[in-house]
C-alpha cells in the first residue's frame, strides 16, 4: 500500500515544491512506497525558479511539479493521506480543508517549520543560497520519515516520530 503524504505551505511555490519533489525522489531512490503531493492554501500558480534550480542542481526531477491549490486534495477521488506536512508557519495557522485518511483515520498532522528561502537577503545569490540549505534541511527531514516503518507504525507513534524529526 503506497503512503502518501501531503505537504502544505500558503503559495505552494517554493517550501512545499521542494518537499514534494524530495521525498518522491528519496523515497525512489530507496525503495518505499511513499509518495508525497504538495499544495496551498492561496497558491501562486507558479514555481520559483529558484527552487527548479537547486532541485535540478541536485539531480532531482520537476517533471509534473506545479503550484496548486490544497482544494484539489480535499475530494473524494483525492489520495488517502498517511501525513499531512506544513512547512511554513502561516500555512500551520490555517484551518485547513478535511483530508481523507488511510484506514478511515484523519492524516497524522506535523508543522515542520522553514523560513522562506525567497525572503532570504543577500540579493539572488544569498536567495539561493537559503533555497539550497532549505532543500537540505528538509532532505534530512525526510530521510528520518523514509526510515520509519510506517505501515507497521501506530498513529501515535507514527505523531511522537514525526514530532521528534521536526525538533531535529
Not at 89 to 113: I, N, T
Not at 139 to 149: F, H, I, N
Request: with cysteine.
Amino acid at each position: 500500500m503506497t503512503i502518501h503524504a501531503l505537504i502544505l505551505c500558503t503559495h505552494n511555490s517554493a517550501r512545499s515544491v521542494l518537499g514534494e519533489a524530495m521525498l518522491n525522489h528519496l523515497a525512489a531512490s530507496l525503495g518505499k512506497n511513499v509518495r508525497g503531493h504538495s499544495a496551498g492554501s492561496a497558491p501562486s500558480g507558479r514555481i520559483n525558479p529558484l527552487a527548479i534550480e537547486v532541485l535540478y542542481n541536485a539531480g532531482i526531477a520537476t517533471d509534473g511539479i506545479r503550484s496548486k491549490s490544497w482544494d484539489e486534495f480535499a475530494g473524494a477521488d483525492a489520495p488517502a493521506f498517511s501525513l499531512v506536512i506544513t512547512v511554513c508557519d502561516s500555512a500551520a495557522a490555517e484551518a485547513c480543508p478535511v483530508f481523507l485518511g488511510s484506514q478511515g483515520q484523519p492524516p497524522v498532522k506535523v508543522h515542520w517549520s522553514y523560513p522562506d528561502p525567497s525572503n532570504a537577503a543577500g540579493g539572488e545569490d544569498g536567495k539561493r543560497r537559503a533555497f539550497e540549505l532549505t532543500r537540505q534541511a528538509m532532505g534530512y527531514r525526510l530521510l528520518q520519515l523514509l526510515a520509519l516503518p510506517l505501515e507497521a507504525m501506530e498513529r501515535a507513534a507514527l505523531q511522537r516520530s514525526l514530532d521528534i524529526i521536526g525538533h531535529s
